[in-house]
T-cell receptor, first 113, second 114 residues
């Protein structure tokens, strides 16, 4: 079956540091890939997505590139801020699952001033 | 445009009581999902509907849990009787685009069973 494996957390960085959160997946076919972010006390919200190989999703300074050859979708940001402290979830979705998504376990990021 | 609306935001109840969580999806979305989030188990899909019909309820923990979607704008998740291990945050999410699969989440209902 489908699976998503995320870099284990928690991750603690200083403000303005470079961020990478690794995500790899297992799925047949050509899934769409997503990063969701969950701020404290809130629901998950879409951060960025990519629907085909070599696509780059980007939003709020975050980027991730759909790498089919390595089945990866690593999240990066060049300079994190305290306000980026949150839990980040990698996820995939396949047409044949009729909308059902598979989520990673989430990675908690804390950014210190 | 209003997002996914869940109620109540917080519920504290005693073991054995019935709990009903409610969800209003985004208008026009034809998929609705119920998730449960705990520290121990992370984010778990409980059940999802397409056009008001339950498609996959394999994640529902046991017979104490039931979910309904009587129309396109309303769904309920019921726990009867509730147990302390049901304490969690329950999220409802909706989606309209099967190809992209993007989910829109509500803010969650935090359930505490004493």
């Amino acid at each position: 079956g489908d699976s998503v494996t995320q870099m284990e957390g928690p991750v603690t960085l200083s403000e303005e540091a470079f961020l990478t959160i690794n995500c790899t997946y297992t799925a047949t076919g050509y899934p769409s890939l997503f990063w969701y972010v969950q701020y404290p006390g809130e629901g998950l919200q879409l951060l960025l997505k990519a629907t085909k190989a070599d696509d780059k999703g980007s939003n709020k300074g975050f980027e991730a590139t759909y790498r089919k050859e390595t089945t990866s979708f690593h999240l990066e940001k060049g300079s994190v801020q305290v306000s980026d402290s949150a839990v980040y979830f990698c996820a995939l979705s396949r047409d044949t699952n009729a909308g059902k998504s598979t989520f990673g376990d989430g990675t908690t990021l804390t950014v210190k001033p | 445009d209003a997002g996914v609306i869940q109620s109540p935001r917080h519920e504290v109840t005693e073991m054995g009581q019935e709990v009903t969580l409610r969800c209003k999806p985004i208008s026009g979305h034809d998929y609705l999902f119920w998730y449960r989030q705990t520290m121990m188990r992370g984010l778990e899909l409980l059940i999802y509907f397409n056009n008001n019909v339950p498609i996959d309820d394999s994640g529902m923990p046991e017979d104490r849990f039931s979910a309904k979607m009587p129309n396109a704008s309303f769904s309920t998740l019921k726990i009867q009787p509730s147990e302390p291990r049901d304490s969690a945050v329950y999220f409802c999410a909706s989606s309209w685009d099967r190809t992209a699969g993007e989910l829109f989440f509500g803010e969650g209902s935090r359930l505490t069973v004493l």
